[in-house]
């Protein structure tokens, strides 16, 4: 086994992408006024970037007399300028915070950001000079990095606002794309597999980089644990590692994504490669059922992640992705031509789907529920329908019933919104995933987004699971999709209108 997961990871060391550089520069304020103590400039980059900076830097005044001691501030949208780091006390690193603290002994000085950043925004606060002289930026500049080619975009041509929700979807997408997917590149700046999923999906409408794909599979295949099991992320510096998160469905997720992969590229030699290892993540869910095809509830945050909703039960969402990852791995089984395999397989998917009919599914109610208190959620329902428990047509009544059911927990990022929009898409109801996809992604433009956020609740914009949205990111991979429902699923008011006559 371990000669094989070197091997995989072998295998995507030679699929590493080179990266596009272009350097840019801000709209206006170069040079800057001479800048005092207390004082501070923001500089327009005019788009989203992910990048390194260069200042060049000077004095007026008397001669330099002691050194500059200046903050810079790199914000993805204008909202992150006004917050203050030092209220953050929230329970993942500050480290994260896009913040750097220079001293400049010499000026003149031209000054190299080591570290990348993920920014529109970069504010340059003087802590310090002294009352002798005062700091002038006299240029900025920024290096910037994404492994996706812009040229390899057909322009797409439908309604102002559908062009706008793609323009935004393309963008956070691309900017995402580095070494890997990227879950953001303000944070994590690293590859998780529920990203990523959605990400291919919206490369392949898009950008069509499937060897980047291909890559991020066999970087996880290559990291799996030594009971055979996929991490929730990769780290690929210093080393290639596979982190010891673990999360029930998004181990699962490895199976869908290498079928999306497999669909779009009919590449059966990476299926062959990787086929064990999707399979054996089935093997392991199912250790987590009890004898009545449920699976066991549980409290351990993270267990399974579904959405950063904290109060989400996901005891019938899991069962639900369960059943939609083993589906797919039948097709993947099928594929390579075990029919033995699938047949077994086929099995198991019956009694886990008559289990949550008889076990999950509340009659009386006409929608699922979860756990214990028999939570109504979203995300329940959306799994349900996507995993196909029922028919079309049930399907098509449970989403209906959950849009008049006044007490459901609702989603809270655009990771679980897409799963939404896609069960509407799968039920029949494309109408109203037209509307929930524009109002929804449509909202974060009308706030100025650039690049689509990690966590969106329009009832609740200071939404974070971290305690404080300081460290939200703002350019987060797993939005990026409405490029892929405009694109390849027809939810675009030409598809839509030719559909009704
Ligand atoms: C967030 C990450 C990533 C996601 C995990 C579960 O912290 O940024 O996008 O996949 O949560």
Same mark, same amino acid.
């Given at each position: 086994?371990? $000669? ?57 005044? @008397? ?105 935004? @979807? ?100 990476? #299926? ?32 399974? %992640? ?28 099928? *594929? ?12 198991? #998917?019956?009694?886990? +789907? ?22 109504? @959620? ?6 349900? +329908?996507?995993?196909?428990? %029922? ?17 459901? $927990? ?9 799963? *939404? ?72 008011? $030409? ?7």
């Amino acid at each position: 086994m371990l $000669e094989e997961k070197a091997a995989f990871i072998k295998k995507a060391e030679s699929l590493k992408p080179k990266l596009y550089i272009k350097r840019v520069r801000p709209l206006l304020g170069i040079p800057t006024d001479k800048l005092k103590a207390g004082d501070s400039t923001v500089f327009d980059f005019g788009n989203h970037f992910v990048g390194r900076i260069k200042l060049k830097l000077s004095s007026a005044g @008397s001669h330099q007399d002691a050194p500059a001691f200046i903050k810079i501030k790199f914000c993805e949208n204008k909202r992150e300028l006004d917050e203050d780091a030092a209220d953050y006390h929230g329970w993942i690193s500050k480290g994260w915070i896009q913040e750097e603290w220079l001293h400049i002994d010499v000026l003149p000085a031209v000054v190299n950001v080591d570290r990348r950043f993920s920014f529109r925004y970069v504010k340059l606060e003087v802590i310090d000079v002294s009352s002798k002289f005062s700091l002038v930026v006299d240029d900025i500049e920024a290096e910037t990095y994404t492994s996706a080619n812009d040229e390899c975009v057909n322009k797409y041509s439908g309604s102002r606002e559908e062009e706008d929700l793609d323009r935004v @979807s393309i963008r956070t997408l691309r900017n995402c794309m580095q070494e890997v997917f990227e879950d953001g590149p303000k944070r994590d700046r690293r590859l998780w597999i529920g990203d990523l999923r959605l990400q291919a999906l919206a490369n392949y409408a898009t950008f069509k980089n499937n060897d980047l794909v291909k890559r991020c599979l066999y970087l996880f295949a290559g990291t799996t644990d030594d009971n055979g099991r996929i991490t929730a992320c990769v780290f690929t510096e210093p080393n290639v590692e596979g982190d010891d998160t673990y999360m029930f469905d998004y181990s699962l997720f490895f199976i869908p994504t290498l079928l999306d992969y497999y669909n779009e590229t009919k590449d059966l030699e990476t #299926v062959s490669d990787l086929f064990d290892t999707a399979k054996r993540q089935v093997e392991l869910a199912k250790e987590c059922f009890g004898p009545d095809d449920i699976i066991n509830d549980s409290d351990v945050m993270g267990w399974c %992640f579904l959405d950063w909703n904290l109060r989400l039960n996901k005891q019938a969402g899991a069962q639900a992705v369960y059943i939609y990852c083993e589906k797919a791995l039948v097709k993947l089984a099928k *594929y390579l031509g075990k029919s033995e395999l699938a047949a077994e397989l086929c099995n198991d #998917v019956e009694n886990k +789907v008559k289990a949550a009919k008889e076990k999950l599914y509340d009659k009386d109610l006409g929608l699922f529920v979860s756990g214990r208190e028999k939570q109504v @959620s979203y995300a329940t329902q959306a799994w349900a +329908v996507l995993a196909g428990i %029922f028919d079309d047509e049930v399907n098509h009544e449970i989403l209906n019933r959950l849009h008049e059911y006044k007490n459901a $927990e609702k989603m809270v990022t655009p990771y679980m919104y897409h799963h *939404y929009i896609e069960a509407l898409i799968k039920s029949g109801n494309k109408k109203l995933a037209y509307d929930k996809m524009c109002s929804y992604w449509g909202a974060m433009i009308e706030k100025g987004a650039d690049t689509y956020y990690e966590l969106f609740n329009p009832e609740n914009p200071y939404e974070s699971p971290y305690g404080s949205s300081v460290v939200n990111s703002y350019c987060h991979a797993w939005s990026c999709t409405p490029a892929y429902f405009i694109r390849s699923c027809g939810l675009n008011k $030409e598809n839509l209108y030719n559909q009704l006559i």
